[in-house]
């Protein structure tokens, strides 16, 4: 499958059955620059994550070699320095064409949220007040370092003219966040509430 036709058509394109951290990998590669492994991981943990996740850089390497093997991705050996070399990936034009018509005609599917501090208030009538308090608001401090991170993501974007869709992310990712930050003092608030009840 390697190598390809540069005008094949989305539709034309078999979807090849790979889990969704390949198409984040591929789709990584989607803008246009040699990376190694390394650089996708980089690239994942200062977006992805945000609205995704970052898949860990052992799976990256695995999704890398499959979607190789598919002929979605070509590598190449490139000199790091004097001594060792590294391995750049690229995406075909083959894998352009499926993750475009993976993106047109794949069903998104609906966000799972696992939220591990509303499951310790659920169960707050086990639970100490203060020792809620304390888990909320050491929530809410993980929450401003979250907003420095996406905000510096969201600037970083910017900067880029082929970047606006992912500055549109990382946009989206500063106002979640802020959001959650808004939620989080209410939270503060009813839980103050409820224990001056008890």
């Known amino acids: 499958m390697s190598g ?13 059955k790979i889990p969704a951290t ?17 650089d996708i991981k980089n690239w994942s943990d200062a977006i992805l994550h945000f609205f995704y996740w970052s898949p860990a850089t052992s799976q990256i390497y695995t999704e890398l070699r499959r979607l190789e093997d598919l002929g979605l991705v070509s590598s190449r050996t490139v000199a790091r320095d004097e001594v060792r070399d590294k391995t750049v990936y690229a995406i075909t034009p083959i894998g352009t064409e499926a993750l475009r018509s993976w ?9 799972v949220l696992k939220h591990g501090v509303l499951l310790r208030i659920w169960l707050g009538h086990l639970a100490e007040p203060d ?34 869709y992912p500055a549109l992310v990382a946009s989206w990712a500063v106002r979640r966040i802020e959001s959650e930050i808004e939620l989080t003092d209410s939270m503060l608030i009813d839980l103050n509430r409820l224990a001056n009840n008890r």
């Open 22 to 38: 390949a198409w984040a990998v591929l789709g990584i590669l989607s803008f246009g620059r040699e990376l190694t492994g390394y």
């Open 131 to 164: 020792r809620l308090r304390e888990q909320v608001a050491d929530h809410r401090t993980r929450l401003l370092a979250e907003l420095a991170a996406a905000k510096e993501s969201q600037e970083q974007a910017d900067t880029q003219p082929d970047w606006a």
């Open 103 to 111: 993106q047109a005609t794949v069903d998104a599917e609906a966000p």
């Open 4 to 16: 390809g036709n540069t005008d094949l058509q989305a539709a034309d394109i078999a979807l090849p």
